[in-house]
T-cell receptor
């Protein structure tokens, strides 16, 4: 158990719908990263938040957005879903996001299936 | 853009065989290097990491990796694999950019160990 929690574990929805994935970082971790794991693209970095502020963006579609709340949990919002959005979505947390790298601890992931 | 290449998609070994998984990265600057493991149905776990110092890094469960800067490589090794090492292995690179330390992952190598 990494200490990072993600809900829900599985999500099945239809094309065109909107879903929200939730991540709670380890206690004391300020930085949250979101990753997408799909069969064809592998593991790709989507976005990072540090202490409530967006810090970096990776290969995140405009249909996707995220935020980090004052209690440091984060949500990833996926809208206008397409079949190709079916993937495993991981979040990871680390204590710092600035000037000092720490190991990222990964959550168990949310498996999204778009039908 | 940074990229990480893992040479083998699927490796099949018998128990007690030696393992070497290749990893090359493209970034020419200062990097932090990682190997993560994902056991079936589980989240990513850190096997080992290299930040600086001795280029031969020892990790958990008998794994080690060697950083060869001139070859941009960070190959993972284990002298004698066990059935319980069956998993998917990901090489990852982190670089600092504007205060972000997102990981760039390779596509992964699936290891199957036959008893």
């Amino acid at each position: 158990d990494s200490g990072v929690t993600q809900t829900p574990k599985h999500l099945i929805t239809a094309t065109g719908q909107r879903v929200t994935l939730r991540c709670s970082p380890r206690s004391g971790d300020l930085s949250v990263y979101w990753y997408q794991q799909s069969l064809d693209q592998g593991l790709q970095f989507l976005i990072q938040y540090y202490n409530g502020e967006e810090r970096a963006k990776g290969n995140i579609l405009e249909r996707f957005s995220a935020q980090q709340f004052p209690d440091l949990h984060s949500e990833l919002n996926l809208s206008s879903l397409e079949l190709g959005d079916s993937a495993l979505y991981f979040c990871a947390s680390t204590r710092r996001g600035l000037a000092d790298y720490n190991e990222q601890f990964f959550g168990p992931g949310t498996r999204l299936t778009v039908l | 853009a940074q990229s990480v290449s893992q040479h083998n998609h699927h490796v099949i070994l018998s128990e007690a065989a030696s393992l070497e998984l290749g990893c090359n990265y493209s970034y020419g600057g200062t990097v932090n290097l990682f190997w993560y493991v994902q056991y079936p149905g589980q989240h990513l776990q850190l096997l080992l990491k290299y930040f600086s110092g001795d280029p031969l890094v020892k990790g958990i469960k008998g794994f080690e990796a060697e950083f060869i800067k001139s070859k941009f490589s960070f190959n993972l090794r284990k002298p004698s694999v066990q059935w319980s090492d069956t998993a998917e292995y990901f090489c990852a690179v982190a670089y600092s950019g504007a205060g972000s330390y997102q990981l760039t992952f390779g596509k992964g190598t699936k290891l199957s160990v036959i008893p």
